[in-house]
């Protein structure tokens, strides 16, 4: 029996019982509105009753399981720093209700006696949401009175990894195959954590009937075992997760907000996701085109034109890091190295493109 239809039948109980208790003086006050009405009071309280308990048997999971899984969603997206802040500001704010309390219970009635409790909610919510929004500036000012402390104090946390060093990991990144060679390098200075559902998503690839998916997921798990096997790169595979999400990419958004960590992705619209809700994220595109190497009109070089570009006359060659260079009165020196000079280089939202025609 589900909780959803336990609800129901609970509601539809209560709500019957509510319907026969008024339903009485809702008979004796038909009867004495209209004089004329032959019918007993039994058949107001039935009445009731039924309409009642219907109305209880739709309505109860709408008053009951629906604001609870809503506000349970809510919580766990929330980080575990800003849900120890709210909680702190909640207790500052009935502190101060507390002290206003009697004062406040003196004045004359009937302020003396409602004002305290309106007093009760208002600090309470100001409270919570001053120390949630002040929450940064709050942290910093703890640190600087804690100087004196040893500074990895606080600092670890329940698996016993540094804040700082935790990288979640996506699931594209493994397919990518080039997070192994960039921290191979130590360009990644912390403790890759891959969630067990990125694993997992990670089999349903690789199990797929899809021939291309099945060896882009196979080629992934080649990755990380090859990660698993380096003893100079720190991965773990965890088993911490989120309630109350489905996908992949919103249950990484999530953990890393409640571990204060980066995501580690080359997925575009993950990127987009995570920074707009405050996550920040490491991107292996990102990085690619920042370490390409920079060429400026004038320089030249030796190309080897690969095929004809898409205008006439035009050339096109690779650099070594994948960079395309387009060559003008190229296309007679395709399967031919030339020197090359560099006429313009445009930076387009693919990557960097490079003009150039040959040294004369």
């Given at each position: 029996?589900?909780?959803?239809?336990?609800?129901?039948?609970?509601?539809?109980?209560?709500?019957?019982?509510?319907?026969?208790?008024?339903?009485?003086?809702?008979?004796?006050?038909?009867?004495?509105?209209?004089?004329?009405?032959?019918?007993p009071?039994?058949?107001?309280?039935?009445?009731?009753?039924?309409?009642?308990?219907?109305?209880?048997?739709?309505?109860?999971?709408?008053?009951?399981?629906k604001?609870?899984?809503?506000?349970?969603?809510?919580?766990?997206?929330?980080?575990?720093?800003?849900?120890?802040?709210?909680?702190v500001?909640?207790?500052?704010?009935?502190?101060?209700?507390?002290?206003?309390?009697?004062?406040?219970?003196?004045?004359?009635?009937?302020?003396?006696?409602?004002?305290?409790f309106?007093?009760?909610?208002?600090?309470?919510?100001?409270?919570?949401?001053?120390?949630?929004?002040?929450?940064?500036?709050?942290?910093?000012?703890?640190?600087?009175?804690?100087?004196?402390?040893?500074?990895?104090?606080?600092?670890?946390a329940?698996?016993?990894?540094r804040?700082?060093?935790?990288?979640?990991?996506d699931?594209?990144?493994?397919?990518?195959?080039?997070?192994?060679?960039?921290?191979?390098?130590?360009?990644?200075?912390?403790?890759?954590?891959?969630?067990?559902?990125?694993?997992?998503?990670l089999?349903?690839?690789?199990?797929?009937?899809?021939?291309?998916r099945?060896?882009?997921?196979?080629?992934?798990?080649?990755?990380?075992?090859?990660?698993?096997?380096?003893?100079?790169?720190?991965?773990?595979?965890?088993?911490?997760d989120?309630?109350g999400?489905?996908?992949?990419?919103?249950?990484l958004?999530?953990?890393?907000?409640?571990?204060?960590?980066?995501?580690?992705?080359?997925d575009?619209?993950?990127?987009?996701?995570?920074?707009?809700?405050?996550?920040?994220?490491?991107?292996?595109?990102?990085?690619?085109?920042?370490?390409?190497?920079?060429?400026?009109?004038?320089?030249?070089?030796?190309m080897?034109?690969?095929?004809?570009?898409?205008?006439?006359?035009?050339?096109?060659?690779?650099?070594?890091?994948?960079?395309?260079?387009?060559?003008?009165?190229?296309?007679?020196?395709i399967?031919?190295?030339?020197?090359i000079?560099?006429?313009?280089?445009?930076?387009?939202?693919?990557?960097?493109?490079?003009?150039a025609?040959?040294?004369?």
């Open positions: 029996m589900s909780i959803v239809l336990i609800s129901r039948i609970i509601g539809f109980i209560l709500f019957g019982a509510l319907g026969a208790v008024i339903g009485e003086p809702l008979g004796n006050l038909v009867k004495a509105s209209w004089a004329g009405s032959p019918q009071i039994i058949i107001y309280q039935v009445f009731t009753t039924i309409l009642s308990a219907i109305l209880g048997f739709i309505i109860a999971p709408w008053i009951s399981i604001p609870i899984s809503a506000l349970r969603k809510q919580l766990s997206s929330l980080s575990a720093q800003t849900l120890i802040f709210g909680i500001g909640l207790v500052v704010g009935l502190i101060l209700s507390a002290l206003l309390a009697y004062p406040i219970s003196l004045l004359p009635s009937p302020f003396g006696s409602i004002l305290p309106i007093a009760v909610l208002i600090f309470g919510y100001l409270g919570v949401i001053l120390f949630v929004s002040r929450q940064k500036e709050l942290r910093s000012l703890f640190r600087l009175g804690g100087r004196s402390q040893d500074p990895d104090d606080g600092a670890k329940a698996n016993g990894f804040d700082a060093s935790r990288i979640l990991v699931t594209s990144t493994i397919i990518d195959g080039r997070i192994y060679d960039i921290a191979r390098t130590g360009f990644i200075p912390g403790h890759l954590l891959i969630p067990r559902f990125v694993l997992n998503e089999q349903y690839v690789s199990d797929s009937a899809d021939n291309l099945r060896q882009r997921g196979r080629r992934g798990m080649e990755v990380l075992s090859e990660l698993q096997k380096d003893p100079d790169i720190p991965v773990t595979i965890t088993d911490i989120v309630e999400v489905r996908e992949v990419d919103d249950r958004v999530v953990l890393a907000r409640q571990l204060n960590c980066p995501i580690l992705t080359n575009y619209n993950l990127n987009r996701v995570a920074e707009l809700q405050g996550v920040r994220v490491l991107n292996i595109n990102e990085l690619a085109n920042a370490v390409k190497a920079i060429l400026l009109p004038g320089e030249t070089l030796d080897k034109i690969i095929q004809e570009g898409k205008e006439y006359g035009q050339g096109v060659g690779y650099m070594e890091d994948g960079t395309m260079v387009v060559v003008e009165d190229g296309h007679k020196y399967g031919k190295t030339l020197s000079t560099v006429t313009k280089v445009l930076q387009t939202a693919a990557g960097r493109m490079i003009f025609k040959p040294e004369q």
